[in-house]
């Protein structure tokens, strides 16, 4: 029975380069036409392939269905909270997973810090959109017209002076963190708190969620918290292969920062 479900699903891959006939599935098989017709009939039945009127075979629409269902039942936080946790028990700082839906950028999920200073914010509580290192790379992975509709809609509070003043400086921090793929807040929304952060990837190389490490400047400089980079981006592409089932999660990030044995040096202007 497991030889004659290896071989069945043996035939997916085939087919998913291009429509076969009976006799290119049973040679690739290694087994006579007539095993590799009763697989291929069996398969038809589930609606996983289909028979073209020129006799050769294709994928089915059933397959792209339950492919479909799969990723929107797929959850990034129950993939995502592990890694975080395993981040935060080396770091010690507090770990954010945040998504953007309907026009906010929320976090679904935090591990505290260890240290006694904690943050203020929630699971389920929208984040300071214009200033926020996982809103950055959420939003700057949006087509450019959506980004700069939703750019244009924003109010900018000056929460400190390092907060972002106007939609064309936001736009700039965006495209700056789309071509780097990793994103900071030092200082924009509270003066004394720091985040470093970087993308989660789906199967799509879309930007799915993003995540970040925050500390205040009392626990570590900000020079400090930006050398953790190089953990926080290998912790997102680790999240990234799980979550997109490719193994590839890292070939996702956009820009030339694939270099991540190092981290900025304190010279380098942050976004």
């Known amino acids: 029975m497991s030889q004659t479900v290896d ?18 599935v049973a040679d690739r098989l290694g087994v006579h036409k007539s095993t590799a017709l ?15 009127e020129d ?12 492919a479909q269902e799969a990723v929107e039942n797929l959850d990034v936080r ?24 309907d026009g906010e950028v929320l976090y679904i999920d935090k591990v505290e810090s260890r240290y006694p200073v904690r ?25 450019e017209a959506e980004r700069r509709a939703v750019a244009d809609k924003l109010d900018y509070p000056s929460y400190t002076p ?31 708190i720091n985040c470093v952060g970087a993308p989660i990837h789906g199967a799509d190389g879309r930007v ?8 205040p400047n009392v626990v570590v400089t900000a020079e400090e918290l ?3 980079l190089p953990q926080v981006r290998r912790t997102a592409q680790d999240i990234s292969r799980e979550y997109s089932g490719t193994g590839t999660g890292s070939d996702a990030e956009p820009g030339p920062s694939s270099d991540l044995s190092s981290a900025p040096t304190p010279n380098t202007p942050f976004v």
């Open 208 to 215: 799915v969620a993003a995540m970040s490490v925050s500390a």
């Open 7 to 24: 071989r069945a699903l043996s035939i997916l891959p085939l087919l998913a380069r291009g429509p076969a006939d009976l006799g290119q």
């Open 78 to 101: 129950e993939i995502a909270h592990p890694h975080l946790v395993t981040l935060n028990e080396r770091i010690g700082h507090t770990v954010h997973l945040a998504v953007y839906e």
């Open 162 to 192: 390092r907060s972002t003043p106007n939609a064309a400086a936001f736009l700039k921090e965006l495209a700056t963190v789309r071509e780097q793929g990793w994103a900071t807040d030092l200082g924009g929304h509270e003066e004394s």
């Open 226 to 228: 930006l050398a953790l």
């Open 119 to 143: 943050m203020y914010s929630r699971i389920g509580k929208p984040v300071a959109i214009t200033v926020a290192a996982v809103a950055k790379l959420l939003l700057a992975d949006l087509p």
């Open 55 to 66: 006799q050769r075979y294709r994928l089915g629409a059933r397959l792209f269905a339950l």
């Open 38 to 52: 009763r697989l291929l009939r069996t398969l038809h039945e589930h609606g996983l392939v289909y028979r073209q």
